[in-house]
């Protein structure tokens, strides 16, 4: 279903050239115009038709035309005050069904602001993106409050995300994002599409929660995967040695302390995590 604004809106390059508007490179702003591009990213979580969307950073609000053009109610956490008074002009265009929050996405409980389930699609800025995503995959109830997550990254970033085990871009992230969802690569974005063009590729993850392996603390899998990976040239016996118990659990599950943690596949991580998580 498509819902069009209670009256006609400019394009969006007009608005932002209109306000003086340019993207802050201090807040990682990229703006995205081109309206067939975002209405494609809009579609990707599937039907929004009255569901409730969380975008982080929308800017003047490219991405946020095509969610409410899709349907969706929107609250929108917006740092860059310049772009407020685009923002309002939206919500009140489409009836109030965009609800903006003018603070920093890192200090927000999203949560408390959705209200009940949501989903969240963002244009993430380059220099908060991975904190939020890590954030989003680490809550300890599951499965979560959201129900799909589309965030445009870095190619590199979105390749490490949906990375398998033993290639170059299997990391930390690839473990977090697949332990207990699925994550896919869903579009690549060319650096032409923005304003001004980013020095990088773009691409769009979309990750859905799965089933959660019972047993299993995050906490323990976080701090796991983050002194594996943090120092991913060394042997697991190295990098490991600093979490109590970890190599004679990794001698228990016949997983070799000789191996780095780049060949450990996300079935092992959980299995160790699991090991070392105290029964409940």
Same mark, same amino acid.
């Given at each position: ?9 400019p394009p969006?390059?007009h ?18 115009f081109?309206?067939?591009l975002l209405?494609?990213v809009?579609a990707?979580?599937g ?8 975008e ?32 309002a002009d ?6 109030g ?7 920093d996405?890192?200090a927000?409980d999203?949560?408390?602001l959705?209200g ?11 220099n908060v %993106?991975? /904190?939020?995503?890590? #954030?989003?995959l680490?809550? =300890?109830? $599951?499965?979560p !409050?959201?129900l799909?997550l589309?965030?445009m990254?870095q ?10 085990? %033993?290639? /170059?871009?299997?990391? #930390?992230?690839?473990?977090? =994002?697949? $332990?207990r969802? !699925?994550?896919?690569l869903a579009?690549?974005?060319h650096?032409?599409?923005f ?7 773009s691409?769009?993850v979309h990750?859905?929660?799965g089933?959660?392996?019972p047993?299993v ?13 943090g ?6 016996r ?12 990794l001698d228990a599950?016949?997983?070799d302390p000789t191996?780095?943690a780049e ?12 090991s ?5």
């Amino acid at each position: 279903m498509t819902t069009q604004p209670n009256r006609p809106l400019p394009p969006l390059r007009h608005v932002v050239r209109a306000h003086g508007l340019s993207a802050s490179k201090a807040l990682g702003q990229n703006f995205l115009f081109d309206e067939q591009l975002l209405d494609r990213v809009a579609a990707i979580p599937g039907n929004l038709d009255g569901a409730t969307v969380f975008e982080v950073g929308p800017g003047p609000g490219g991405l946020t035309r095509a969610l409410l053009r899709a349907g969706a109610r929107v609250i929108a956490v917006e740092r860059d005050e310049r772009c407020l008074p685009l923002l309002a002009d939206l919500a009140d265009a489409f009836d109030g069904r965009l609800t903006v929050v003018s603070d920093d996405a890192m200090a927000v409980d999203a949560n408390a602001l959705a209200g009940g389930p949501y989903h969240i699609v963002a244009n993430l800025p380059y220099n908060v %993106g991975t /904190a939020l995503f890590t #954030r989003w995959l680490e809550p =300890a109830a $599951w499965p979560p !409050q959201w129900l799909s997550l589309t965030l445009m990254f870095q190619l590199e970033v979105a390749e490490r995300i949906v990375a398998p085990v %033993g290639s /170059a871009a299997y990391g #930390r992230l690839a473990v977090l =994002a697949q $332990w207990r969802a !699925q994550a896919k690569l869903a579009m690549k974005v060319h650096r032409s599409a923005f304003t001004p063009p980013p020095k990088v590729m773009s691409a769009i993850v979309h990750v859905t929660p799965g089933d959660e392996p019972p047993g299993v603390s995050p906490a323990m899998l976080s701090k796991l995967t983050e002194k594996g990976f943090g120092q991913r040239r060394k042997m697991l016996r190295q990098s490991l040695k600093g979490v109590p118990g970890a190599i004679e659990a990794l001698d228990a599950l016949g997983i070799d302390p000789t191996r780095r943690a780049e060949t450990v596949s996300v079935a092992e991580w959980v299995a160790l995590a699991r090991s070392l998580t105290p029964a409940a």
